[in-house]
């Protein structure tokens, strides 16, 4: 029962792979230099640079939150207080997470894995 969608279908599809095939070649195997950063990331951006745009995304959230208790607070000094401690521990955490990369980073020369992350 041989019909033309038989005979066109297998070229078909050999043709589609041998050229999915040239498109990609050796897509599964890890090449010679990839960091540790890319393998996690498809090494279009490092794991240092995806955990500051989060930190950072946090911080402006938190400051914002914190701006917006403030307005909201009319007056009352508990949330005043409330507020205040919410900037405050904003900028702490962006502080802590600037000098944690510098020491990290710091490290990492100093022994030979600058190039890990």
């Known amino acids: 029962n041989m019909n033309i969608f038989n005979l066109l279908v297998p070229n078909a599809h050999a043709t589609i792979m041998d050229d999915i095939r040239q498109a990609q070649p050796d897509s599964y195997i890890i090449q010679p230099g990839t960091t540790l950063a890319s393998l996690f990331t498809g090494g ?57 990369f510098l020491i990290v980073n710091i490290i990492t020369s100093m022994i030979g894995l600058g190039s890990l992350i």
Do not use: E, Q
């Open 44 to 100: 279009g951006i490092n794991l240092i640079t995806l955990a500051f745009v989060i930190i950072g995304l946090l911080f402006m959230w938190n400051i914002i939150m914190a701006g917006w208790d403030y307005m909201m607070s009319s007056g009352d000094p508990k949330k005043v207080s409330s507020a205040s401690t919410r900037f405050l521990n904003g900028f702490m955490g962006i502080a802590i997470a600037f000098f944690a």
